[in-house]
């Protein structure tokens, strides 16, 4: 199996590619270049699946605008979660089968 090439989280697409990453994390989530990288070190495919996951909560709380919060506030948290993380990677994991 293979991950998707885009995801998309509150309307934003986002694409994903795998690539080396310098910094020995599994991945990273660019919010400006829309994109969230996968490590090329990543030997199989669930743990890209799982890392693809993390990132794309990242994006969530991005999108949402948490992240820009002077203090996370665990409702907006919850929020953003729900509404934005768990559709996006639900339409990731369908349309892997």
């Known amino acids: ?10 309307g934003i697409k986002f694409k994903v590619v795998i690539a080396a990453l310098d910094d ?6 660019c919010f400006d270049e829309r994109k969230i990288v996968i490590s090329d070190e990543c030997a199989d495919f669930k743990t890209q699946l799982e890392t ?3 990132e794309m909560l990242h994006a969530a ?3 949402s ?4 919060s002077q203090r996370y506030d665990e409702e ?12 996006a990677f639900h339409k990731v994991t369908f349309s892997l089968k």
């Open 52 to 54: 693809l996951r993390h």
């Open 65 to 68: 605008g948490v992240s820009f």
């Open 24 to 29: 020995g994390d599994f991945g990273r989530m």
């Open 61 to 63: 709380l991005h999108v």
């Open 1 to 10: 199996m293979k991950l998707p090439r885009n995801v998309t989280i509150g």
């Open 76 to 87: 907006n948290i919850v929020r953003a979660i729900e509404h934005l993380f768990f559709p």
